[in-house]
């Protein structure tokens, strides 16, 4: 798998994870866990776009 490819898959499943947190967070009124489910689905986003700059430049 490419670099670019993996980023991109990666970045997906942590913003899924940091969806799930952030919402499981917000259900459980526990803010830490909020903010950490915030975190991580930032980092997701973030790893999604490097794959996708990745691609362009053949990576």
């Not at 991109?8 to 803010?31: C, H, V």
């Not at 830490?32 to 997701?44: D, Q, R, S, Y």
């Amino acid at each position: 798998m490419k670099s670019s490819s993996k980023d991109q898959a990666e970045g997906a499943f942590k913003e899924i994870k940091g969806k799930a947190k952030e919402l499981a967070g917000k259900l459980s009124d526990n803010p830490e866990l909020e903010a950490e489910g915030t975190g991580e689905k930032i980092a997701g986003q973030v790893q999604g776009k490097i794959g996708q700059i990745k691609k362009v430049f053949g990576e």
